[in-house]
């Protein structure tokens, strides 16, 4: 089968282009056949490990040469997020790196009580103690505020649990439920299509995560195309119940199943 009619391409990147430091086979040679036909091409992803620059920049260590401007990380959605609900103060659950990227923020000092909680990826961070002062903070009125929920990823030792573990521990606890504004929100999805003036119906998104990348995707009314790379699991994508548009084996797949 083929997809007709795409002009936007939403990729996501972490098992993807991708896997810690190695680039996916066909990867650099199937964005750049994609961006010869001048298709808008916008980076999609929901790590939180790491700031915007520091993931554009590991592109360009990989060979992938793009505009930084076209990675999209859901730490922007987040600012815009507590301003819309005038929140004034907020605590930070998220790695040192990704700060630079909630500047946009206000840290509540030590000991005063914040009006939301910022979740990341905290990694080794994810204690007894951070966890506890979170579930401290939401019974106290914060709101929970979720770069992301995925449930694991994929390193280069093995699947690692991700962010939205965290998220269920902090909203079983409370009883509350949390604001995710990654993916798969469909107001990332909308983002991303705005900044490519794009329109849903001739846009696809790409990714290995059968819930936050496809079904987030279709969600919004954007085909989504799953690959077989990074942390894909065929259990993991039936148990989803989730049904891709196409499944390919990865990326280089991709320029022919948009031919045409
Ligand atoms: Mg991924």
Redesign the pocket.
């Known amino acids: 089968m083929a997809l007709t009619g795409i002009t936007t391409v939403l990729l996501?990147?972490?098992?993807?282009l991708y896997v810690d430091e190695d680039p996916i086979p066909g990867a650099l040679e199937a964005v750049e056949e994609l961006r010869g036909r001048g298709l808008q091409l916008r980076f999609v992803?929901?790590t939180t490990s790491r700031s915007r620059a520091q993931v554009a920049a590991r592109l360009a260590r990989l060979g992938f040469t793009l505009p930084a401007d076209s990675v999209l990380t859901p730490a922007a959605l987040a600012v815009r997020h507590c301003g819309a609900r005038g929140h004034r103060r907020v605590r930070f659950l998220v790695a040192p790196a990704l700060r630079e990227d909630l500047a946009g923020l206000a840290e509540a000092p030590a000991g005063e009580q914040p009006d939301a909680i910022i979740l990341g990826d905290l990694g080794e961070g994810f204690t007894y103690h951070a966890l506890n002062n979170a579930f401290r903070a939401m019974e106290a009125g914060a709101e929970l505020v979720a770069l992301q929920r995925?449930r694991f990823?994929?390193r280069s030792d093995g699947l690692a649990m991700d962010v939205g573990a965290y998220v269920a521990a902090l909203e079983y606890a409370t009883g509350m439920e949390a604001t995710v504004v990654g993916k798969p929100e469909p107001a990332f999805f909308a983002a991303a299509l705005a900044d490519a003036h794009g329109d849903s119906a001739h846009a696809v998104m790409v990714?290995?995560?059968i819930e936050?990348?496809v079904g987030g995707a279709q969600a919004a009314g954007i085909h989504g195309v799953l690959v077989r790379t990074?942390?894909f699991r065929e259990g993991a994508a039936a148990r989803s119940g989730v049904v891709p548009t196409a499944t390919i084996d990865s990326i280089a797949d991709l320029p022919a199943l948009l031919d045409g």
């Open positions: 996501d990147l972490d098992g993807v992803t929901n995925n990823w994929r990714g290995d995560d936050a990348d990074g942390k």
